[in-house]
């Protein structure tokens, strides 16, 4: 596979700044988060590709585990940076990513689908990671959105006599529906409408393209059962950060 120049990489960089330029256009105040967090990723993906040759040979299992354990501090930080007026709300974040990707990626190992060195489980737990932090900051950007504009009615079930878990199942419900669109319609048009990042990855690197697919099914299916798993966490405990000791509703 040929080398891709720096001046043409540079170049690609005039995509993000035509959505910057529609950003500032439509003053969706998006430009300046954008261009910001764009910068960060590429210099990110540049310190990592100096670096990814000695972490794709590693098999020391402390060490693998504390890289992913890594990756997943960031990602929580980053999620909880969203919702940073309820107290203590990392901690939720921090369960639902630490546990989902744990035991996925347990599975993964256990079923032989990949294997236990740096070149499988890096990435794939970078992929985990990083949908258990998508997966937080869409459910909770959601949850915590339609508490704050149901309030008088969250309080008058508190009232009735609802639980705190009562008082917002139906919220809950809603915030897990809209959360999961995304990933049920991704595979509804799976090969049809797009070919998935690292199936096409691989058939550009020159990989056989029925062991592309075998990868992306695996990608696919420890997705979806991440999805589900942090959801249910989520689901389950976020009425204990959303609510104080008296059951009282805590500003959102």
Request: hydrophobic residues 55%.
């Amino acid at each position: 596979m040929r080398d891709i120049s720096y001046l043409s990489l540079g170049l690609t960089f005039l995509l993000i700044l035509a959505f910057i330029l529609f950003s500032a256009w439509q003053r969706l105040g998006l430009a300046k988060d954008t261009f910001f967090s764009s910068l960060r990723g590429a210099i990110q993906l540049l310190a990592v590709g100096y670096v990814i040759a000695y972490v794709f040979v590693i098999e020391n299992g402390w060490i693998l585990a504390g890289v992913v354990s890594l990756m997943a501090g960031i990602a929580t930080a980053v999620s909880a940076g969203r919702s940073k007026r309820v107290a203590g709300i990392w901690k939720l974040i921090a369960t639902a990513i630490f546990v989902s990707v744990s035991v996925t990626l347990g599975l993964l190992l256990t079923f032989g689908a990949i294997e236990w060195s740096g070149k499988f489980v890096i990435p794939i737990g970078g992929m985990l990671v990083g949908q258990a932090m998508n997966n937080s900051s869409l459910f909770l950007e959601r949850l915590l959105s339609d508490v704050r504009r149901n309030g008088l009615q969250i309080e008058s079930n508190l009232a009735l006599g609802a639980r705190p878990r009562e008082a917002i199942r139906g919220l809950v419900r809603q915030a897990l529906i809209a959360d999961s669109i995304p990933t049920i319609d991704s595979m509804k048009t799976l090969g049809l409408i797009y070919l998935p990042g690292m199936m096409a990855g691989l058939i550009v690197g020159g990989i056989s393209p029925i062991i592309a697919v075998k990868y992306q099914m695996v990608v696919i299916f420890m997705i979806v059962f991440e999805f589900g798993l942090s959801s249910m966490i989520l689901a389950f405990l976020a009425h204990r950060f959303l609510f104080n000791r008296n059951a009282q509703l805590k500003e959102c």
